[in-house]
């Protein structure tokens, strides 16, 4: 279930108490000055993106959010062995089931890079519960493409190759805003995104990795017991809990 799309940028209703109009007749005249719904979540606007720059006067702010990686199993050896209209099926299925549960969980989805996808939450729309949000959009990506999966092999032709997805998730202060000169990129940098990328390595198909302080933040939502994992980039054992 996906829910309605908002009718204003609901990061610049919450950062600058503006409300600009993302769709329907009073969203002609801002059209004409570029302003739109953002690709990244299309329940907030481009001005969102241009918030550093235009607006705050910086490059870039420390937030505290969560990340999310997740990552498509099985799509390298896929490569190898279908046809590219089925790798091109199976890269459609797997970013709208990404994007669509992101978006629903006031996330965006800042990067598709190859076969996965990275995701922030609490900004621009804040959620005090960004953690546990973003916890429920990571099952609900397992939920989506779970009930399309045995469709999609037949469909694809995948045969005895698994594919799924890995999810690897990580909280706390990251820093978010434009890096680059001659390439200006909208991006978050840091220790919590690095370590959200090695637990979504770290991840099985299937599977939902978070570190202890998304554990701390989503309460009751995570039961299993944690486990030490060697992380490349990491001195020490990072503890990971599957979710």
């Not at 910086?58 to 999310?68: M, W």
């Amino acid at each position: 279930m996906t829910p309605e799309p908002a009718t204003i940028c609901l990061g610049c209703w919450q950062n600058l108490h503006m409300p600009i109009p993302l769709r329907g007749p009073l969203s002609a005249p801002f059209r004409l000055f570029g302003v739109k719904p953002s690709r990244m979540n299309p329940n907030t606007c481009t001005l969102c993106e241009m918030a550093f720059s235009k607006i705050m006067k910086a490059r870039a702010v420390t937030i505290d959010a969560t990340i999310l990686f997740a990552d498509l199993r099985g799509y390298t050896t896929l490569t190898q062995t279908i046809a590219p209209d089925g790798l091109t099926s199976l890269l459609d299925a797997f970013y709208d089931d990404c994007a669509a549960a992101i978006w629903r969980y006031d996330g965006i989805l800042n990067k598709t890079i190859g076969d996965a996808v990275f995701a922030i939450f609490n900004f621009p729309v804040r959620r005090d519960d960004h953690a546990v949000q973003a916890l429920l959009a990571a099952r609900d990506i397992q939920r989506r493409f779970q009930e399309r999966h045995d469709a999609l092999v037949r469909t694809i032709g995948a045969g005895d190759i698994e594919i799924g997805i890995g999810i690897g998730m990580d909280s706390g202060d990251t820093n978010f805003g434009e890096f680059g000169q001659t390439h200006r990129d909208l991006t978050a940098v840091g220790t919590v995104v690095n370590r959200a990328a090695r637990a979504q390595a770290a991840a099985k198909s299937g599977e939902i990795l978070v570190t202890t302080a998304v554990r701390e933040r989503t309460g009751d939502m995570i039961t299993a017991a944690g486990s030490d994992h060697a992380l490349k980039g990491f001195d020490q054992p990072v503890r990971l809990f599957p979710a």
